[in-house]
């Protein structure tokens, strides 16, 4: 099992530039979460899809982001136009909502630097 | 608004002792509650997984305990090892499905 993938694993951009994360969660798994975190706040949710819908998107800060999920096996997450308070490290997650658990898997992340 | 803190903040520990790190949150109304282990520059990794109705899970040298009704969790770590030097982070699950995580601690095991 390759387990999260996530796509680029670093993005340095300039201010205004459009970046786009993307994700792979585990095969199988019908839960897709997309969190962010930064030393000040620590991790917080930006939105999350349960069968490839999105249900709760209260934590995307702006209209500048935005999330896609086309199907069961690829999410992104697209910053349009990026500022340097975005900088951040984001990080894809998936569960299998029909599991007993609902254990929640992380993807390596991926280290956005806004210049 | 569920919150989750992480006491205390940063640990420093010599090699060999039994330590405990401590989550407590604000609502009760919780589905589980995850423990994960960040290594810097690294991803989360899930280390135990405690469903509400269950009291407390053990893997390894690991034991994490859970009191729904006062609010808390504890992470006990037996016989420390450099190796387990990192950042351990508290999460609960509520009915929505998304975790909320405390600041996490630091811990370091000194040789």
């Known amino acids: 099992d390759a387990g999260v993938i996530q796509s680029p694993r670093h993005e340095v951009t300039e201010m205004g530039q459009e970046v786009t994360l993307r994700c792979k969660p585990i095969?199988?798994?019908?839960?897709l979460f997309w969190y962010r975190q930064t030393m000040m706040r620590g991790l917080e949710l930006l939105i999350y899809?349960?069968?490839?819908?999105?249900?709760?998107d209260s934590g995307m800060p702006e209209d500048r982001f935005s999330a896609k999920m086309p199907n069961a096996s690829f999410s992104t997450l697209k910053i349009q136009p990026s500022e340097p308070r975005d900088s951040a490290v984001y990080f894809c997650?998936?569960?299998?909502?029909?599991?007993?658990?609902?254990?929640?898997?992380f993807g390596p992340g991926t280290r956005l630097t806004v210049l | 608004k569920q919150e989750v803190t992480q006491i205390p903040a940063a640990l420093s520990v010599p090699e060999g002792e039994n330590l405990v790190l401590n989550c407590s949150f604000t609502d009760s109304a919780i589905y589980n509650l995850q423990w994960f282990r960040q290594d810097p520059g690294k991803g989360l990794t899930s280390l135990l997984l405690i469903q509400s109705s269950q009291r407390e899970q053990t893997s390894g040298r690991l034991n994490a305990s859970l009191d729904k009704s006062s609010g808390r969790s504890t992470l006990y770590i037996a016989a420390s090892q450099p190796g387990d030097s990192a950042t351990y982070l508290c999460?609960?699950?509520?009915?929505?499905?998304?975790?909320?995580f405390g600041k996490g601690t630091k811990l370091s095991v000194k040789p």
């Open positions: 095969s199988g798994h019908n839960s």
């Open positions: 997650a998936s569960s299998l909502r029909t599991s007993g658990n609902r254990e929640q898997f």
């Open positions: 999460a609960v699950r509520g009915s929505q499905g998304n975790l909320i």
């Open positions: 899809f349960n069968n490839n819908v999105p249900i709760d």
